[in-house]
């Protein structure tokens, strides 16, 4: 049986327009699924929106829109970026299809009659924009939401309360195991979230009506949390009919079960939801990995700084490939990157026009020229050097990416493509031919060639565009490739190179 992996982003909320932000979780999200596809796992990728709630409602009022209504071409955009930009997502839920109204429900009434959830009053600071009440180290000098800028509105209402106080011991327990990573976000959260005691959440709001009604009280609506979080279970069929893909994809301890969020919501994800998982007695997420934010100029983008990047924009003038391999290499999860078109076009320059199309295009002119496209030569008589240096780079690659660690594996793919450059500069194949030296000059390309279908191959989860294209300027189009085949290139044939093609065309 195949291994499974099971990996999500949080689902957005269609409020307002699309941003780079969700292009960033997917693609990181697509690229580990691909890698694991390649792999050789089974695997289901999640994505989907986030519906409910006061904001949708305020701006589906606003509109002159029933909410559903109001909705339905926000989620079609979500949907089109997500064609653009060759997300390959198994399955997008929406927390208004009524299978998931109907677990949430059932997930609710189960908590309340086991005495995990109960009735009370609440008072507080409340963000629309954030859809959560407030504590005072998220409040600036101001008064205004660290996180949206917006200024807070003082509630108090009738709801029903999760006991998240009792899991306080446990919570602790998960922060110190490797759980949560990079390893410092658990700090993070120890030190702001759990070692000043966990408080009861709301779980439950009366002010709006835009939500899931609970059958014990339908006059309270379920609050963001307790339906947003959810989903990741919901979706796989949790305490539905058909519930195969629950319990292969998360019932069973096996599989690898991987949770992608922006560090604005990790506290819900690190916290909130393991202690949803414990009360319903289920199993924990193998990792959640908290990402940081995108920055434009070292600034937060956000529309009020008027330095929001579409990227629809982006891909509809530069690809997608330019995007995912941007969003692959130059915003590493552990820290907040940058993102601006100047960044954009002087690594797309550097790094795919300038190192890898370079390389790709150089080595099939010397193939074309020197042989007629075609290399008859023993697989013995390749370059060891550089061939140990490839399969060591498979090795690393693979070791980076297990970890999660897509831009360092990107890092090794580069060096690895500099590496063929330089070795290009110093066998000089032009020299070799003038020499006569066949024999060496066959040895060289041969080496080429091979690494350039390595390099390809591991760029294969981030290039999707591009990956057919480059791995037919090999000269093994339509081979099925493994990264064993490639250490070995046994049973691997090369075929006669066609015509040549531009990959990465330098931008101005």
């Known amino acids: 049986m195949p291994k499974k992996f099971y990996v999500t982003t949080p689902i957005y909320y269609p409020s307002g327009k699309l941003h780079l932000g969700h292009a960033y979780t997917t693609t990181l999200a697509d690229v580990l699924k691909r890698y694991k596809d390649m792999q050789g796992y089974e695997t289901f990728f999640l994505t989907g929106s986030d519906e409910h709630g006061q904001k949708i409602e305020t701006k589906a009022k606003e509109a002159g829109l029933e909410p559903m209504a109001y909705l339905e071409d926000k989620i079609e955009n979500f949907k089109n970026l ?3 930009l060759r997300i390959d997502y198994s399955k997008f839920i929406r927390t208004t299809d009524h299978y998931h109204e109907q677990t949430v429900k059932k997930i609710f009434s189960f908590l309340f009659e086991k005495g995990l959830i109960y009735k009370g009053a609440y008072e507080g600071l409340y963000c629309i924009s954030c859809e959560e009440f407030l504590n005072t180290d998220q409040i600036d000098e101001q008064g205004n939401c660290k996180i949206s800028n917006n200024k807070p509105e003082l509630i108090k209402e009738d709801t029903y309360f999760l006991k998240t106080s009792q899991f306080q011991t446990f919570i602790e327990t998960i922060l110190e195991s490797e759980f949560l990573i990079p390893d410092y976000r658990r700090t993070e959260m120890l030190k702001n979230f759990v070692d000043p005691g966990l408080k009861d959440l709301s779980v439950t709001r009366i002010s709006f009506k835009w939500g899931i009604p609970i059958n014990e009280d339908p006059k309270h609506v379920v609050y963001v949390w307790l339906d947003a979080l959810t989903n990741y279970i919901t979706a796989l069929g949790y305490l539905q009919e058909d519930d195969e893909l629950f319990i292969k994809f998360w019932a069973d301890p096996e599989t690898e079960i991987l949770q992608l969020a922006g560090k604005e919501i990790i506290r819900f994800h690190a916290i909130y939801w393991p202690i949803i998982l414990e009360a319903l007695n289920l199993r924990q997420p193998s990792h959640l990995l908290g990402h940081g934010w995108i920055l434009s100029n070292s600034t937060k983008m956000s529309k ?39 960044l954009f076009k002087e690594s797309y320059n550097a790094h795919l026009a300038n190192n890898v199309g370079n390389l790709i295009s150089r ?44 831009s360092a594996a990107m890092r090794v793919v580069l060096d690895l493509s500099a590496a063929c ?3 290009i500069e110093e066998t000089t194949p032009w020299n070799l031919d003038k020499e006569g030296n066949t024999k060496e000059l066959t040895t060289v390309l041969m080496t080429l060639q091979r690494c350039i279908s390595i390099i390809s191959y591991l760029l294969k989860p981030v290039l999707v565009e591009n990956y057919e294209d480059m791995i037919e300027q090999c000269g093994l189009e339509n081979v099925e490739l493994s990264f064993e085949s490639l250490k070995t290139f046994t049973n691997l044939e090369f075929k006669k190179l066609g015509s040549k093609k531009i990959l990465f065309q330098r931008l101005k």
């Open 363 to 406: 080595t099939n002119n010397m193939i074309t020229k020197y042989f007629q496209g075609y290399i008859e030569g023993n697989i013995n008589d390749v370059d060891l050097t550089m061939i140990n240096l490839a399969n060591e780079s498979i090795n690393q690659y693979q070791t980076l990416m297990d970890q999660y660690k897509i």
């Open 304 to 342: 009020s700084l008027g330095n929001v990047i579409d990227p629809l924009e982006v891909i509809d003038e530069f690809g997608a490939d330019g995007l995912r391999f941007y969003i692959s290499y130059e915003l590493p999860t552990e820290k907040d990157g940058n993102f601006t078109i100047d």
């Open 82 to 84: 997500w064609t653009k």
């Open 421 to 423: 450059n330089k070795y």
